[in-house]
């Protein structure tokens, strides 16, 4: 059941089409991953789905609202995350969760009990009654995600949450995702972290300048660039000396010899491993290594986008727009 529901949305900046028709829906309770380079139309699109930016055109459904029509109805139900936060500098950490709390109605005591619970969740109850400007860059993104949940929203936007941070606070930010995943929370996750996506998402989209283009879960995205069936073999003698022989024996297959004592074969149909450790075992090799091998999620971002992620992390990490 789709809870979000984007159709041929765009986004026109004075002749810039930052946002190209796309179209896409969100499952109640997955986790959504939107992955590209900055400047492809991750944080616009985000801002049009949550009301901080007007579409140009395009229609968006969040759980049955019409999100375009009527956004305030919509924004009840969503928190958000950007990727700067936008919490105040002068108020501490407590100050900061309450007023957000209090945006939503949420009466007085019920927003300091919730306060307290985040600050102690989010390791930050020590610092509560700290100035949000003396907080580290790790502290203020863990405070900022604890302002968007604080009305326990059913629908969680999260656009670069752990990028700059340090590995413990991203660790932590990681394992919360997964546990507001597992209570049921929908959550649409912008990242330019390959590994990240593939630990956490249900599904994933790639979006290139303005234009998403590819979708789906993680064993989708894999077997759309993989059209061979892949095993690497190690042995414990040198391969060369009989390199000819297995060709020829195993024509079926191509071959591929890493080193002298390893290597990949490569098949459109799957491999029988059998005959090929008889064939091994004949001639008294051992093969101390037998594996599957599958691209990595990083493999198919690159082959489908001709982005290189270490590019794209450098990029986002510099700062740039």
Do not use: W
């Not at 009305?151 to 394992?175: K, M, N, W, Y």
């Not at 209570?183 to 290139?208: N, W």
């Amino acid at each position: 059941m789709a809870i979000i529901k984007a159709e041929n949305l765009k986004k026109d900046y004075d002749g810039f089409l930052a946002v190209k028709g796309i179209d896409f829906s969100i499952h109640k309770g997955e986790v959504f991953g939107f992955l590209g380079p900055n400047g492809a139309g991750k944080t616009t699109t985000i801002n049009m789905l949550t009301g901080l930016t007007r579409i140009t055109s395009g229609q968006i459904d969040i759980a049955g609202i019409d999100a375009v029509k009527n956004i305030k109805n919509a924004q009840r139900m969503i928190g958000i995350v950007p990727d700067e936060s936008n919490l105040y500098m002068e108020m501490d950490g407590f100050e900061n969760l309450c007023f957000c709390a209090a945006l939503y109605g949420i009466k007085k005591v019920e927003r300091e009990k919730r306060a307290k619970k985040l600050l102690k969740e989010f390791n930050l109850d020590n610092t509560g009654n700290r100035l949000f400007k003396a907080y580290s860059k790790g502290m203020k993104r863990k405070l900022t995600i604890a302002a968007g949940i604080i009305h326990e929203p059913q629908i969680l936007f999260l656009d670069e949450p752990t990028t700059g941070i340090d590995v413990e606070s991203a660790r932590q930010i990681r394992d919360l995702i997964v546990k507001l995943h597992n209570s049921g929370t929908t959550i649409f996750l912008t990242t330019h972290y390959i590994e990240e996506a593939e630990r956490l998402c249900d599904r994933i989209a790639f979006i290139v300048n303005g234009e998403i283009v590819q979708e789906g879960t993680i064993e989708e995205l894999m077997l759309s660039v993989q059209r061979d069936n892949i095993v690497q073999l190690s042995v414990d003698k040198g391969l060369y000396a009989i390199q000819k022989t297995l060709e020829t024996d195993f024509f079926q297959y191509r071959f591929e010899i890493r080193d002298n004592q390893t290597f990949i074969l490569y098949s459109e149909t799957p491999i029988t491993l059998m005959p090929i450790m008889k064939y091994f075992d004949e001639r008294r090799f051992n093969v101390y290594e037998a594996k599957l091998i599958k691209p990595s999620l990083e493999d198919v971002f690159v082959k489908i986008t001709g982005i290189e992620v270490s590019k794209m992390k450098k990029e986002k990490e510099g700062g740039k727009q």
